[in-house]
């Protein structure tokens, strides 16, 4: 057995880099594609895998795309990168700017950034400012700050950042035989929904290929209304986008797709989060759950969930331990068996 050598090196001939590209990884990619257990008995018409993105370097899916986003800036001598961010984009690209000795500047829209990602921005040394505001704000200070200050923009409009994240959809197919019946995932700047469906382009070579099921959560759901929003709102902070950056490659891909887009209350998504940590063993963060939550009220809805279905979990849940608060909380006892087998009987 080989071991894995990450996205560069895994796929170099399917990646804009050459020679004078640094190939720098955290072992990013080759995440495993797990078979469901408790909820499959809720799909019984399809066979449900989730894609665990959670187990990459930062815990989430952006290390793919940012491994080669930080190389091409560093191969084109920039001294440093700059991100706006609701929290993951700024994790992974502090720790790949600090992984090749380039300076790193974050900016976090004030108060809406889950605790674990603003501590690794912080640990890996990112310079973070934090703007009153919400992303889209951020976004346009980080576009400013890159035009002036000559530092890379690593946000998801980056053409690296979609080149390195579509080799999910190549690792998904690689270990299914072929594409799935049904991708579902979360969609917030729809960098990830566009960067799969080129990978699955890429692959089928005119053959077969999945339809996209995006899943917003209701108070940020642009893409199930037509139109950008101004104020978005909800528990699923890296999901919290009003107006998406890859708007139209991602209209396109669920178009082309045959796909759909729905959106999912704040409950389900918490609903859903808590069943797959509860019954699965997979703590996501809530973001990742929506895609859960999407294919459970898919079903209510008379949509058929069946063939090979895909649900990308995008990030990990320790990254956000608030939503923990969402549980009954721990109970103090007397240190005795007795204390104990009480409290298990009253559960
Ligand atoms: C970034 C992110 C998303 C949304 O991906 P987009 O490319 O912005 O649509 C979903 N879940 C997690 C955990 C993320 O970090």
Same mark, same amino acid.
């Given at each position: 057995?080989?071991?894995?050598?990450?996205?560069?090196?895994?796929?170099?001939?399917?990646?804009?880099?050459?020679?004078?590209?640094?190939?720098?990884?955290?072992?990013?990619?080759?995440?495993?594609?797990?078979?469901?257990a408790?909820?499959?008995?809720?799909?019984?018409?399809?066979?449900?895998?989730?894609?665990?993105?959670?187990?990459?370097?930062?815990?989430?899916f952006?290390?793919?795309g940012?491994?080669? !986003?930080?190389a091409? +800036? $560093?191969?084109? @001598?920039?001294?440093? /990168? =700059?991100?706006?961010?609701? %929290?993951?984009?700024? &994790?992974? !690209?502090?720790?790949? +700017? $600090?992984?090749? @000795?380039?300076?790193? /500047? =974050?900016?976090?829209?004030? %108060?809406?950034?889950? &605790?674990?990602?603003?501590?690794? +921005?912080?640990?890996? @040394?990112?310079?973070?400012?934090?703007?009153?505001?919400?992303?889209?704000?951020?976004?346009?200070?980080?576009?400013e700050?890159?035009?002036?200050?000559?530092?890379?923009?690593?946000?998801?409009?980056?053409?690296y950042?979609l080149?390195?994240?579509k080799?999910?959809?190549?690792?998904?197919?690689?270990?299914?035989?072929?594409?799935?019946?049904?991708?579902?995932?979360?969609?917030?700047?729809?960098?990830?929904?566009?960067?799969?469906?080129r990978?699955?382009?890429?692959?089928?070579?005119?053959?077969?290929?999945p339809?996209?099921?995006?899943?917003?959560?209701?108070?940020?759901?642009p893409?199930?209304?037509?139109?950008?929003?101004?104020?978005?709102?909800?528990?699923?902070?890296?999901?919290?986008?009003?107006?998406?950056a890859?708007?139209d490659?991602?209209?396109?891909?669920?178009?082309?797709?045959?796909?759909?887009?729905?959106?999912?209350?704040?409950?389900?998504?918490?609903?859903?989060?808590?069943?797959?940590?509860?019954?699965?063993?997979?703590?996501?963060?809530?973001?990742s759950?929506?895609?859960i939550?999407?294919?459970?009220?898919?079903?209510?809805?008379?949509?058929?969930?069946?063939?090979?279905?895909?649900?990308?979990l995008?990030?990990?849940?320790?990254?956000?331990?608030?939503?923990?608060?969402?549980?009954?909380?721990?109970?103090?006892?007397?240190?005795?068996?007795?204390?104990?087998?009480?409290?298990?009987?009253?559960?």
């Open positions: 057995m080989t071991a894995w050598p990450g996205v560069l090196a895994a796929f170099a001939d399917r990646l804009p880099i050459g020679d004078g590209t640094p190939r720098l990884t955290l072992l990013e990619g080759g995440t495993p594609l797990i078979p469901a408790a909820l499959a008995r809720e799909f019984p018409g399809a066979t449900l895998y989730y894609k665990w993105e959670g187990a990459n370097p930062t815990g989430s952006k290390d793919r940012m491994v080669v !986003a930080v091409k +800036a $560093a191969e084109a @001598g920039a001294p440093g /990168v =700059v991100c706006a961010s609701t %929290g993951n984009t700024s &994790a992974s !690209a502090a720790a790949y +700017a $600090a992984r090749c @000795g380039l300076r790193c /500047v =974050v900016i976090l829209p004030e %108060g809406k950034v889950a &605790a674990g990602k603003l501590a690794q +921005a912080r640990m890996h @040394g990112a310079v973070v400012a934090m703007i009153p505001g919400n992303f889209d704000d951020a976004l346009r200070l980080a576009r700050t890159s035009d002036a200050l000559g530092l890379a923009l690593v946000n998801s409009f980056n053409p950042r080149e390195g994240q080799t999910a959809a190549f690792e998904i197919a690689d270990a299914l035989g072929g594409p799935p019946d049904i991708l579902a995932l979360p969609v917030g700047n729809a960098g990830n929904i566009s960067a799969y469906w990978g699955f382009v890429e692959l089928a070579n005119g053959g077969a290929r339809r996209l099921w995006g899943f917003q959560a209701a108070g940020a759901a893409f199930v209304r037509g139109a950008p929003i101004s104020d978005p709102e909800t528990i699923a902070t890296a999901i919290r986008i009003g107006r998406p890859s708007w490659t991602a209209q396109r891909a669920l178009a082309e797709s045959g796909g759909r887009v729905a959106a999912v209350s704040d409950d389900e998504i918490l609903f859903a989060q808590r069943r797959l940590a509860a019954e699965e063993g997979i703590f996501t963060e809530p973001a759950a929506t895609c939550a999407g294919l459970l009220r898919a079903r209510q809805d008379g949509h058929p969930v069946t063939g090979h279905v895909v649900a990308v995008t990030g990990h849940g320790l990254k956000d331990p608030a939503v923990a608060d969402h549980t009954p909380p721990p109970v103090r006892i007397e240190a005795t068996v007795d204390g104990v087998a009480a409290l298990l009987a009253a559960h």
